[in-house]
């Protein structure tokens, strides 16, 4: 039974990850095939996946293929190949090197802005379902380490600080008030430091009375819990004086249901942003540790490591599915759009050179630019999934990582 079980689990995750991945494939070769429709491009061929071909049925001049092999797709423009174009056919002006330098950058460039909408609409529903967050402008306990002087004093995670040493954090900004935090604890390591906190959940203190002492070091008074804490002097590395991580308190507000879809995507657009800019600086430093320190990157995962997270992920719930498919796409848009030979970037280049000498590439320089640089990257598929294999056995800790920045 728990090999049936087993085998059964395997068969719904496989089925959760290529479900993903044809939808991130799908929205963006529908990118450039609808645009190439627009440009007056003939498309021969809309595939998802690579041969060998399974299905296939011809709707007016396109035809619709699945490939057996889900780790991809293309749409397939007549006059795409620059020896194509060459060629004298009534189907000429319909050739994809016979529209104009924009119209083709257009039609590149779709797929990452299909992907970029993508990723805005998964964003988009993960807000409206869970609330829009807001910045409440308290200071909360955002983590308490085990054996740890805060845990030992009675602090818990969503504790929302009010004072520290008559100090009202409440009444400063932000910022402010978590650097007046910090500074209190740093210059007291080794006293007694009393801190008062507003408790949202099981809070003891609502039903007893003022100055009764819960504990050796908690009294209550006025709702609100007085703890005393000893920040230490030696701690290990991270952890801090007291053993807490603070930030500044976001509630996920609803709002009127009408509201929702629009406070929503507005969400969703700036978390799709903050998504791209933090994969940006990721590969760039990717690149310097490459290039400067000579080291490889540990932590780059491919479809296996991909497949595994999916399938993990998807176990909490169809939230946090959304927000690893929006994550997923905003990814595959900036990896897409890097000046890369068979990647769309790649295929930018050509027309930059195209603009820039004010002729056309040789037909067979693109072809073996574009075979090779097909082959290298097929090649570093191969490199990364048998690196993933490598580390099947830590994928545990890469699991945790990814749920550590997940905001739900």
């Known amino acids: 039974m728990l090999i049936l079980a087993g085998i059964f689990s395997f068969i719904v995750s496989l089925a959760i990850f290529v479900v993903i991945l044809s939808v991130l494939v799908l929205f963006h070769e529908l990118g450039h095939f609808l645009l190439a429709r627009r440009a007056g491009i003939r498309v021969e061929e809309f595939a998802f996946g690579f041969p060998p071909r399974i299905w296939t049925i011809k709707k007016g001049e396109t035809n619709y293929t699945i490939n057996a092999i889900p780790v991809g797709g293309y749409v397939k423009m007549y006059g795409e190949n620059l020896e194509d174009y060459g ?43 869970v609330g829009i967050p807001v910045e409440t402008g308290k200071i909360e306990i955002a983590a308490v380490l085990p054996n740890s002087p805060a845990e030992k004093a009675g602090l818990l995670p969503g504790d929302v600080l009010d ?13 402010e008030a978590l ?15 009393d801190i008062v906190v507003e408790r949202k959940n099981d809070n003891p203190c609502l039903n007893n009375n003022d100055n009764e002492q819960l504990a050796e070091n908690i009294i209550c008074q006025n709702g609100k819990i007085f703890i005393s804490v000893t920040p230490r002097a030696d701690f290990p590395a991270g952890e801090g004086p007291t053993g807490v991580a603070i930030s500044a308190g976001v509630e996920n507000i609803h709002y009127p249901i009408w509201q929702m879809p629009f406070r929503g995507a507005k969400q969703g657009f700036l978390e799709a942003i903050g998504w791209g800019k933090q994969i940006i600086d990721s590969l760039k430093m990717m690149v310097s540790d490459i290039v400067v320190k000579g ?33 997923l796409s905003i990814n595959l848009a900036i990896i897409n759009i890097l000046p890369i030979p068979a990647l769309d970037g790649g295929r930018l280049v050509f027309i930059i050179y195209e603009l820039v000498t004010g002729r056309r590439p040789k ?46």
Do not use: H
């Open 87 to 129: 060629k004298n056919t009534p189907q000429s002006k319909r050739a994809f090197w016979a529209k104009s330098k924009i119209a083709r950058t257009l039609v590149i460039v779709a797929g990452v802005v299909f992907n970029f909408l993508l990723a805005i609409i998964c964003f988009s529903v993960v807000y409206s379902i």
């Open 179 to 193: 650097n007046s935090f910090s500074t209190e604890i740093s210059a007291r390591k080794g006293q007694l430091v």
């Open 295 to 327: 080291t490889a990157p540990q932590d780059v995962g491919g479809p296996i490591v991909i497949f595994q997270v999916t399938s993990q992920v998807a176990k909490t719930g169809i939230v946090n599915t959304l927000q690893l498919l929006g994550i």
């Open 363 to 408: 037909p067979e320089i693109e072809n073996w630019v574009n075979s090779v640089g097909f082959s290298l990257l097929i090649l570093l598929i191969i490199v990364i999934s048998v690196n993933d294999l490598n580390r099947l056995l830590d994928f545990g800790s890469l699991f945790s990582q990814f749920k550590s920045i997940l905001p739900f």
């Open 163 to 175: 004072s520290i040493n008559n100090i009202n954090l409440s009444s400063l900004a932000p910022t």
